[in-house]
């Protein structure tokens, strides 16, 4: 079993666990291109709370507080309600959620634009190692899994638009495994994960 990326444990804040412990419970693993709002109430929930509220603190820094409250809607498939936040946030992390939302707009090349306004990203080396997990884990039964974990091993950074370009390919290819598409989920949850951390230990100073 992979191990979850998402890593709170120094949030003081209730609500942020709570809302992070319903998302992490959900029944099926946030599609590439959702239709629609996972849980609208959750949405609503999100929607009506300050940032200082969520994170139960007054002091985060503002923009990384937003990019937490978008992560989290981006989590719940909200995918307006996120890109009304990440596009006004004036970092590689908010362009970074602003490039998510669009991969799973799903309107591919307006997400690589905006993964080339995030560069190098903090969180990817660990995306990498953790995508390396996910297809390690199915890679003794599946074609698909042992040929993107070469691809991966193949480069040393995190390549976010060789990504961009897998989910491209499940999205467009009806006839396409559902087993691969349930991978490249998979992957997808754990750089959400990954993010949501980063930005929540940025907006308290923590990281």
Not at 66 to 89: T, Y
Not at 131 to 159: C, H, K, N
Request: include cysteine; charge should be negative; glycine fraction near 6%.
């Amino acid at each position: 079993m992979i191990t979850p990326a998402l890593n709170l444990t120094d949030a003081q804040s209730t609500n942020l666990a709570s809302l992070a412990a319903r998302l992490q419970n959900r029944d099926t693993l946030p599609p590439l291109a959702p239709k629609e709002s996972w849980n609208e109430g959750l949405q609503a929930v999100l929607e009506g709370m300050e940032e200082s509220e969520l994170l139960g603190r007054d002091d985060a820094d503002p923009d990384y507080a937003r990019a937490v409250k978008s992560g989290l809607l981006l989590w719940n498939d909200s995918l307006n309600e996120s890109h009304s936040i990440s596009q006004g946030i004036p970092n590689v992390t908010g362009s970074y959620w602003h490039g998510i939302m669009h991969r799973r707009e799903p309107d591919f090349s307006n997400a690589k634009y905006w993964f080339r306004q995030v560069g190098d990203h903090p969180i990817f080396p660990s995306l990498r190692e953790q995508a390396i997990g996910v297809f390690r884990s199915v890679e003794d039964t599946s074609e698909y899994a042992r040929m993107r974990l070469q691809q991966i091993e193949g480069t040393p950074q995190w390549d976010p638009f060789a990504f961009v370009d897998w989910c491209e390919e499940a999205v467009s290819n009806s006839q396409g495994s559902h087993d691969e598409a349930h991978l490249l989920e998979a992957v997808q949850l754990r750089e959400i994960e990954l993010l949501i951390t980063h930005s929540y230990r940025k907006a308290v100073g923590s990281d």
